[in-house]
């Protein structure tokens, strides 16, 4: 599990491609503290395993799904990744839970700056947007950010300096494609509710819910 707080910005060193497969050479800094093999790093908001560590360099595979839920595969040599360890049990919660599973891909549609504030729209298919809320929560390439507009086909998020400073947002074009994780919550109140068990408004009044 991981918060959508970046930990720093890391170099695809390396892509070894495979027909429908792909091994990541990543160099870094900060996450090597205490990185091991088998350990989870979240890359550009996906989840992948650390299967080699040398020097400041680990490799990961990554398998044919992910390379079609994501935009990992349209990564090159010299690509910049969002990096994040997985959480701590002792460490602080500063975003919200992410799991990694990324649900779909969005385009960037507007980016404009607004006095301090930077505004990203993004472009994105039906069943990603059907999660989304207004100040809900949204992972953009693995960042913990607040929904603050919501339209039909397409939301944005309004961002302070130092996030794009810190991520690679602040390396983003219009029309480049970015990697979306709804909030897990969302996800499983729509499972329960749609359930045999038959969850709905008449269910809520009937045990004091509402």
């Not at 360099?57 to 997985?86: C, I």
């Not at 400073?165 to 602040?170: C, M, V």
């Not at 970015?178 to 359930?195: A, H, M, P, R």
Request: a negative charge; charged letters at 20%.
């Amino acid at each position: 599990m991981f918060t959508g707080i970046i930990e720093e910005v890391g170099t695809i060193r390396a892509i070894e491609k495979g027909a429908k497969s792909a091994v990541l050479t990543i160099q870094a800094e900060v996450i090597f503290s205490d990185l091991k093999v088998g350990d989870s790093v979240s890359t550009n908001g996906v989840c992948l395993t650390v299967t080699s560590i040398q020097g400041n360099t680990y490799t990961a595979d990554v398998m044919n799904e992910t390379l079609l839920r994501s935009s990992l595969g349209n990564l090159k040599k010299g690509s910049h990744v969002n990096l994040e360890r997985a959480l701590a049990a002792n460490g602080r919660f500063g975003g919200h839970i992410v799991s990694g599973h990324v649900d779909g891909t969005g385009k960037i549609l507007h980016i404009k700056k607004e006095d301090n504030a930077i505004w990203y729209t993004i472009l994105c298919k039906p069943e990603v947007m059907h999660y989304i809320v207004e100040k809900g929560s949204i992972a953009i390439d693995g960042i913990s950010l607040t929904v603050a507009k919501v339209e039909r086909d397409h939301f944005s998020v309004s961002i302070i300096p130092h996030t794009a400073k810190e991520t690679t947002l602040s390396e983003r074009k219009i029309g480049d494609m970015v990697n979306l994780e709804n909030d897990i919550v969302g996800k499983y109140i729509k499972k329960f509710t749609e359930s045999s068990i038959g969850i709905d408004e008449g269910f809520l009044q009937q045990y004091g819910y509402i």
